[in-house]
């Protein structure tokens, strides 16, 4: 069974402040994908950003970057100079097999960043 | 294209009642997937379909029921509303061979059971 943790429930920054969001995962899946998603407060759920398991490099898209690691199981997601407009819930997701063909995605469950000015 | 569009966006119902949350998709996909995120909490899969005809249950089916007769639609019925059901409910899909795994996301319909 797979299992998606992000421990922090609730998340304060000032604005123009870096904020980590952490995500642990457990599958048992050789080949699967991570993914982060934004949900404001408008309620839909926006795809930000998706790495595949062979992949550990990690990257910087813009104001966002994440840090991958296999070893720990870890794949952390960072905001970096926060804006108002980042507040939102965000989640981390892990993709993986249901049966035959199918796969399937499992949520974490969520953590409410709130950006103060 | 609309990608992927689900009616209604918020639904109030009695105890008891039925009623069903129609998903749409014009991408020709062959996945679809329910899911409901209960609050404060992420999204939990109550069913899942690889294609027309061809339907499965997910980690939450109890009290749901679904079809897939078109590529296009995957309706999800509830048949005895109960408080439990309060949720959010989202339609997804994605393209078999999408060897990203990515899945394509409806706006989401919000309903509560009272």
């Known amino acids: 069974a797979q299992k998606v943790t992000q421990a922090q429930t609730e998340i304060s920054v000032v604005e123009k402040e870096d904020v980590t969001l952490d995500c642990v995962y457990e599958t048992r899946d050789t080949t699967y994908y991570l993914f982060w998603y934004k949900q404001p407060p408008s309620g839909e759920l926006v795809f930000l950003i998706r790495r595949n398991s062979f992949d550990e490099q990690n990257e910087i898209s813009g104001r966002y970057s994440w840090n991958f690691q296999k070893s720990t199981s870890s794949f952390n997601f960072t905001i970096t100079a926060s804006q108002v407009v980042d507040s939102a819930v965000y989640f981390c997701?892990?993709?993986?097999?249901?049966?035959?063909?199918?796969?399937?995605?499992?949520f974490g469950s969520g953590t409410q960043l709130t950006v103060l000015p | 294209n609309a990608g992927v569009t689900q009616t209604p966006k918020f639904r109030i119902l009695k105890i008891g009642q039925s009623m069903t949350l129609q998903c749409a998709q014009d991408?020709?996909?062959?996945?679809m997937y329910w899911y409901r995120q209960d609050p404060g909490m992420g999204l939990k899969l109550i069913y899942y379909?690889?294609?027309?005809?061809?339907?499965d249950k997910g980690e939450v089916p109890n009290g749901y029921n679904v079809s897939r007769s078109t590529t296009e639609d995957f309706p999800l019925r509830l048949e005895l509303a109960a408080p439990s059901q309060t949720s959010v409910y989202f339609c997804?899909?994605?393209?078999?061979?999408?060897?990203?795994?990515?899945?394509?996301f409806g706006p989401g319909t919000r309903l509560t059971v009272l």
């Open positions: 997804a899909s994605r393209i078999r061979g999408d060897s990203t795994d990515t899945q394509y």
């Open positions: 379909s690889v294609g027309a005809g061809i339907t």
């Open positions: 997701a892990l993709s993986g097999t249901i049966s035959g063909s199918a796969r399937q995605l499992t």
């Open positions: 991408m020709n996909h062959n996945y």
